[in-house]
T-cell receptor, first 117, second 112 residues
Framework: ETGVTQTPRHLVMGMTNKKSLKCEQH?????MYWYKQSAKKPLELMFV???????ENNSVPSRFSPECPNSSHLFLHLHTLQPEDSALYLC????????????????FGPGTRLTVT | DQQVKQNSPSLSVQEGRISILNCDYT??????FLWYKKYPAEGPTFLIS?????DKNEDGRFTVFLNKSAKHLSLHIVPSQPGDSAVYFC???????????FGKGTRLSVIA
């Protein structure tokens, strides 16, 4: 138990569906992240929020839309996805995104296994 | 272009022996390195880290070595235990100027 929860754990959706992934952290952290993990590829950073402000958008297609209403919650809204978007989506948090070493140690949730049909 | 490379996708080691996982990086600005461990159906968990001002950091059975001139780091696990079987990710940062950059991971299997 890392203090970061993600729901749902598994999601199957059609290409025309709209769904949302939810992440919640109970660690008092101020930075939250979305990553995509595809088979045989490195973890790909998608978005970073620091103190609720988006600080990174790693050239992610607009069919992925993040939302961070507060420092404890992070959403990833999905619409008109493609089969190649099927992957494990991981949420992580860290103390903040400063030069403090503690900001480098990210705590990950268990992930949402997404399948797009 | 991958800035953090883990060239061995998998590694098999006998229980009780040493496991050595390797990681190479290309960005000379990286100054902090971390290892994460991931079990199936769980997210990665932080294992151990090292700053570029050191060449070794030890925590129990886990030791990370850093060779800055070779842009290479390694994680040693000794003695290896079956519970160490997992995927290990190497990650690097340049003083927080950019987010962590991860390698593809190495799957370690410790055989009893």
């Amino acid at each position: 138990e890392t203090g970061v929860t993600q729901t749902p754990r598994h999601l199957v959706m059609g290409m025309t569906n709209k769904k949302s992934l939810k992440c919640e952290q109970h660690l008092g952290h101020n930075a939250m992240y979305w990553y995509k993990q595809s088979a045989k590829k490195p973890l790909e950073l998608m978005f970073v929020y620091n103190f609720k402000e988006q600080t990174e958008n790693n050239s992610v297609p607009s069919r992925f839309s993040p939302e961070c209403p507060n420092s404890s919650h992070l959403f990833l809204h999905l619409h008109t996805l493609q089969p190649e978007d099927s992957a494990l989506y991981l949420c992580a948090s860290s103390q903040d995104q400063t030069h403090s070493r503690s900001s480098y140690e990210q705590y990950f949730g268990p992930g949402t296994r997404l399948t797009v049909t | 272009d991958q800035q953090v490379k883990q060239n061995s996708p998998s590694l098999s080691v006998q229980e009780g022996r040493i496991s050595i996982l390797n990681c190479d990086y290309t960005n000379s600005m990286f100054d902090y390195f971390l290892w994460y461990k991931k079990y199936p159906a769980e997210g990665p968990t932080f294992l151990i880290s090292i700053s570029s001002i050191k060449d070794k950091n030890e925590d129990g059975r886990f030791t990370v070595f850093l060779n800055k001139s070779a842009k290479h780091l390694s994680l040693h696990i000794v003695p290896s235990q079956p519970g160490d079987s997992a995927v290990y990710f190497c990650a690097a940062s340049d003083s927080g100027n950019t987010p962590l950059v991860f390698g593809k991971g190495t799957r370690l299997s410790v055989i009893a």
